[in-house]
């Protein structure tokens, strides 16, 4: 069975600081990995995935991600956090070739002035 | 290239009845999944559909069913309404299961009095 723990459900950053949103999965299978982004009153907005292959995973607005089998991760990371980055923050582990998604509880990224 | 559509935004029911949730998946999409978002269980995976079949159930009891379309179009119907059933019903699209991302719509807020 897939699962994912997202530790720490408010992240508070000032602008210009790191982003470190933190994730971790339990596959019973090599996994799918996704973060996504969710805005008030709006559906998720895919950030990146992995899949296979290069285990630092670029995705948009800045965001990148690293698979860490050993540990079990996707921390998912940010230079330097803008206003427009608060949000709400969704890991997800898919088995390969299947669209059951399991979610993360998610992580409120507010971003201070 | 338009988006999910989901139809409608907002809807507001009374337990006991029933009600029926529409969503359009991207043009070429053939894969179309459901997911229930609640503040206290978070974003949970109902069912997909691929091809007018159901390929993936979730764990949801029976009151909770779907169709698609041969245009790809799928509906969602919930009967016997109970309070619990509000939330935020989200469809996510994508080419097929897989390395393809779900794609998700703005959703639908159901609301139970």
């Known amino acids: 069975a897939q699962s994912v723990t997202q530790l720490g459900s408010h992240v508070s950053v000032s602008e210009g600081a790191l982003v470190l949103l933190r994730c971790n999965y339990s596959?019973?299978?090599?996994?799918?990995l996704f973060w996504y982004v969710q805005y008030p009153n709006q559906g998720l907005q895919l950030l990146l995935k992995?899949?296979?292959?290069?285990?630092l995973v670029k995705g948009i607005n800045g965001f990148e991600a690293e698979f860490k089998k050993s540990e079990t991760s996707f921390h998912l990371t940010k230079p330097s956090a803008h206003m427009s980055d608060a949000a709400e923050y969704f890991c997800?582990?898919?088995?390969?070739?299947?669209?059951?998604?399991?979610f993360g509880a998610g992580t409120r990224l507010t971003v201070k002035p | 290239k338009a988006g999910v559509t989901q139809t409608p935004r907002y809807l507001i029911k009374t337990r006991g009845q029933q009600v029926t949730l529409s969503c359009s998946p991207i043009?070429?999409?053939?894969?179309v999944s459901w997911y229930q978002q609640t503040p206290g269980q978070g974003l949970q995976f109902l069912f997909e559909?691929?091809?007018?079949?159901?390929?993936n159930k979730g764990n949801f009891p029976g009151r909770f069913s779907g169709r698609q379309f041969s245009n790809s179009r799928s509906e969602m119907n919930v009967s016997t309404l109970e309070l619990g059933d509000s939330a935020l019903y989200l469809c996510?699209?994508?080419?097929?299961?897989?390395?393809?991302?779900?794609?998700f719509g703005d959703g639908t807020r159901l609301s139970i009095l």
């Open positions: 559909y691929f091809s007018e079949t159901q390929r």
């Open positions: 997800a582990v898919s088995k390969p070739f299947n669209n059951d998604m399991r």
């Open positions: 996510a699209s994508s080419l097929e299961g897989g390395k393809q991302p779900q794609h």
């Open positions: 992995y899949t296979t292959g290069a285990t």
């Open positions: 596959s019973s299978v090599p996994p799918y």
């Open positions: 043009s070429g999409h053939r894969s």
